[in-house]
């Protein structure tokens, strides 16, 4: 074999092999808190790493909670964070930087009623002191909420949302908003540039604090690897955003991955992925199929981490 052949089929081998490592670090989330649930999506996490709030799913999504783990020694206390819930659909929980407000998204009513709205707002709990109860849930207001959907909140340290709205005027089917705080009320949301909203699907965009990087999913693009897959871009010095690039397939897979969250304490990524190992091949009988059915790659909607440094995708 010629040398130059040699040495390219060497690098691609070394090639193949380091992503396959990087593949490898991607693994359940909280599997002891987590496995038992079938369909879960959301995750936030207060700074310590003591509280988690995540979304529970039934299999049709037609019933949607948010939970609050708290964690005490080696154990952890579960509840349900927002009662009465199953008549009205919570999901997406975001804690922000100061802890003191939790927001959301929630297809419930302005009013405290049965009737169920067709569309999605977005909301909050808050608080005055991290130790404190949670309020009631407030509805953000109409300068964010419309008669269309607006989905998947994420706040930075200023107070700046982000959030996903299919309304009208967007660039395409789902689009990334920003709305700025200016220190008593949110402005009108502006529809994030195009190096981040296609013509296509944009949504859960997580905005880092310092607001220095966004991670969104994009839908079915041409450079994916199939379905949703997560996308980052950073913030230029001109206070534009870097065209947004494929986080790669150590992280993306050719199912749907969507719903990330940074954890700085561990410098790790959260995110929700249908991914699935299941295989014909895997199994002989009826028995280990059952078993596959049960594993946590099994085609339904789970939490995932993987370690995460900015710096690999700067």
Known sequence: ??????????????????????????????????????????????????????????????????????????????QQLITPSGKHKDLEPFLAPDELRLYFASNRPLLDSSEIKEDFDIWYLERKHIDDKWSD????????????????????????????SDKSGSKGKDDIYKSEWNSNSYQ?????????????????????????????????????????????STKLKNGDWSQSRNMGESINSDKMDYCPFIDFKTSSLYFTSKRSEIKPEDFNSLEEFKTLLNTYKNGESKIYKVPFNLKQFL
């Open 1 to 78: 074999m010629p040398l130059k052949l040699l040495l390219f089929v060497s690098y691609l081998s070394f090639a193949f092999s380091a992503s396959a490592q990087q593949a490898n670090f991607v693994e359940p989330a909280f599997p002891k808190l987590l496995s038992e649930y079938q369909n879960i999506r959301d995750l936030s996490i207060n700074q310590k790493g003591t509280t988690i709030y995540f979304t529970i799913q039934s299999q049709l999504n037609e019933v949607s909670i948010i939970v609050e783990a708290m964690k005490y020694e080696n154990s952890w206390n579960v």
């Open 137 to 164: 849930p407030i509805n953000i207001g109409a300068t964010i909420n419309s008669e269309f959907n607006e989905f998947y909140p994420s706040v930075s340290a200023n107070g700046n949302l982000y959030f996903t």
């Open 188 to 232: 009108t949301p502006v529809s994030l540039s195009d190096s981040i909203n296609t013509d296509g699907y944009e949504f859960n965009a997580y905005i880092s604090p310092n607001e220095d990087f966004l991670i969104c999913s994009g839908y079915n693009r041409e450079d994916g690897y199939g379905s949703g897959d997560l996308y980052l």
